[in-house]
């Protein structure tokens, strides 16, 4: 039996990684299952290139949890490791950069990434384990050897027992981590960070009912049988080829990552690249609600089928963490201990290869049918209109496959739109306006005014709208975009006739004034307009300029400094031609005179939705008074 000391000149690592590893000390079991999968893959390949002349087989791990004994048990049937390998993995390498490591971060040990940095992954079994064994036997034909160590930096080596191929590490649970001797939680534990590590996991076993025989009689007893309890899948479906999946195996995939999710995806994009980096996975693209929170850390990242962290931002571009499924890479640099992204030229390629997958992706099944995309753009919109504002090499893809519906459930691409409406909707000027209503409901009397005239009205709802039309107007000479409510409808498109006014301008000045005596509300700018006499009389509208500012400021990244806290403003359209108008101006009775102007100004406002409480209440009680 050999005694000794760990190679470390500092002797107090192992408080250290008690003491700040303790935040995540759950994920023991993943380094410990994950270094037991490497030795079993490492077989595979020497025995695949002939080095190893062992008999590979069909190994699995075990998991074993001896709650009376106070010990957790992991077991392998990989490479093994001879006494000298101990000596060498266990004892020096682990700790080859303790020192540095204290010096370095002594301030800020519990931030830092202790595991993975300096070899560690091993000793992270002293967050739970007050000793810990290894009894390891070599596919090499030499001894097995026996390491304990009791979480100071003395360790014993002796010669063990051991007959089979492989290495069985052994946790004294500590007092204070008994949790971890409850099989709820080690197969909670195993579910979430190894449900799909390579090498099947035994935890336990379970009871299976054999099938029924076909000749067996009426009163026959169904047999069962004990079977491993295999907890993972090692063959998930990002690790084959999209050629070998059907759309039902997508489905079922993402059945087994999302139990409790009962709606389908609506698609799924496969990644699989080898260079210049190496990255598989499977995104879906679930049914959006308009929320832009609500939705994100529903991606897993995996190193090499290990679950790391469902926090993906940095690798996935901010616009698609609102997607679910799985990314595997091994060359995503990880601070493994606390699962923070390091800032590292390959994540932004990773990144960029990404939305450049999904932007093709998202084209070819606008190509493939059409139809089917635009029945479910409306559920994908909100993650494509933010990852327009936010990506520029998306926003570059997405002219070929973004939509914009109309209200009466066309949908057009920018170009198309453009072509489509040119001839009707360009004004005197050479602009081309686009219309569009951010309400159905609420904005009809607006849309049929518009659509009257021959104009397409686009129905454009999401909360991010207003900063998107920015950018399309920036990036599109003249085209600009109005609100069906933001003028009269000969004022947003203006055409070269101008229609005569039938009152003189000093009878305007002085309806006006009438106007404004009766109408003392500030946030209601009036305005005369020469309209057909056919149109509504009195119409409010909001200023496309500052409700989009407004409207931006609220959401967030746009709009003027301030805008969002405005009071609103509107402005009072008066149709000259109106009979009401004329009406208006000539009567007599002061009395008679206000209670027009009033009631105009109601129905105006009703139409908007801007008519509540007391002044809703009165309106009402009026309306009843004229029909007595």
């Known amino acids: 039996m050999t005694t000794g000391k760990i190679n470390v000149s500092v002797e107090n690592i192992f408080p250290l990684i008690k003491k700040f590893l303790y935040s995540d000390h759950e994920i023991f079991l993943r380094e410990l299952v994950s270094n037991a999968t490497d030795a079993t893959l490492k077989l595979k390949h020497l025995a695949n290139i002939g080095e190893a002349k062992v008999e590979y087989g069909n190994p699995i791990i075990e998991v074993k949890v001896d709650k009376d004994g106070k010990k957790i048990h992991i077991i392998d049937q990989g490479l093994g490791m001879t006494a000298e390998e101990v000596e060498k993995y266990i004892n020096q390498v682990a700790f080859s950069g303790a020192e540095e490591f204290l010096e370095k971060y002594k301030d800020s040990a519990k931030d830092s990434g202790i595991i993975g940095h300096f070899g560690l992954g091993f000793y992270s079994a002293f967050m739970v384990a007050e000793k810990v064994e290894i009894i390891t036997k070599s596919y090499k034909d030499e001894p097995a050897a026996h390491w304990t160590c009791d979480g100071s930096p003395e360790f014993t080596l002796e010669p063990s027992d051991k007959t089979s191929r492989g290495t069985e590490i052994i946790l004294h649970i500590a007092e204070d981590s008994l949790e971890f001797l409850e099989e709820g939680r080690i197969s909670g534990l195993l579910q979430k960070y190894n449900k799909f590590m390579p090498v099947p996991i035994k935890f336990g076993t379970r009871t299976e009912t054999l099938p029924k025989p076909e000749n067996a009689p009426d009163d026959y007893v169904a047999e069962t049988i004990e079977v491993d309890n295999i907890i993972n899948n090692p063959n998930p479906a990002w690790t084959k080829q999209p050629s070998d999946l059907t759309d039902e195996d997508y489905k079922n995939f993402y059945r087994e990552l999302y139990p409790m999710q009962f709606e389908e995806p609506l698609f799924n994009i496969h990644l699989n690249v080898d260079y210049p980096f190496n ?350």
């Open 279 to 628: 990255l598989t996975g499977i995104l879906y693209f679930p049914k959006m609600t308009g929320d832009l929170q609500i939705q994100k850390d529903k991606i897993q990242l995996y190193q090499n089928q290990v679950f790391v962290t469902d926090n993906v931002e940095g690798i996935v571009p901010e616009f698609l963490t609102m997607l679910k499924g799985v990314i595997d890479s091994p060359d995503i640099p990880l601070n493994v201990s606390r699962s923070y992204l390091q800032a590292d030229g390959a994540v932004k390629k990773i990144s960029n290869y990404i939305t450049r997958k999904v932007a093709d992706k998202l084209k070819s099944l606008f190509t493939e049918n059409r139809e089917d995309f635009e029945q479910k753009w409306n559920d994908i919109k909100i993650v494509l209109e933010y990852g327009m504002l936010s990506e520029p090499k998306f926003y570059e893809k997405a002219g070929a496959f973004a939509l914009y519906p109309t209200v009466d459930g066309k949908y057009y691409t920018l170009e198309e739109l453009k072509e489509k409406t040119k001839e009707t909707q360009t004004d005197k000027n050479g602009n081309l306006v686009i219309l569009y209503a951010s309400n159905q409901d609420a904005q009809h009397s607006y849309i049929a005014e518009a659509q009257a005239k021959g104009y397409e009205v686009l129905l454009l709802d999401s909360p991010i709208i207003s900063h998107l039309i920015q950018k399309l107007e920036a990036d599109n000479e003249k085209l600009t975009f109005a609100r069906v409510d933001a003028d009269h409808i000969n004022n947003l498109i203006k055409k070269e006739e101008e229609t005569i006014s039938k009152l003189s301008d000093e009878e305007k000045e002085k309806l006006k004034t009438e106007l404004e005596g009766v109408i003392s509300d500030k946030k209601y700018s009036i305005q005369l307009e020469a309209l057909d006499s056919q149109s509504a009389p009195f119409v409010i509208t909001q200023p496309e300029f500052l409700r989009r500012m407004k409207e931006m400021s609220q959401t967030g990244g746009g709009g003027m400094f301030g805008m969002g806290n405005m009071p609103e403003m509107y402005n009072l359209v008066v149709n000259t031609n109106h009979e009401l108008a004329s009406n208006i101006l000539n009567s007599k009775d002061k009395s008679h005179q206000e209670a027009l102007v009033k009631q105009a100004l109601d129905l105006a406002k009703l139409s908007q939705n801007l008519l509540k409480g007391e002044e809703l209440t009165a309106f009402v009680k009026r309306s009843f008074e004229l029909i007595k």
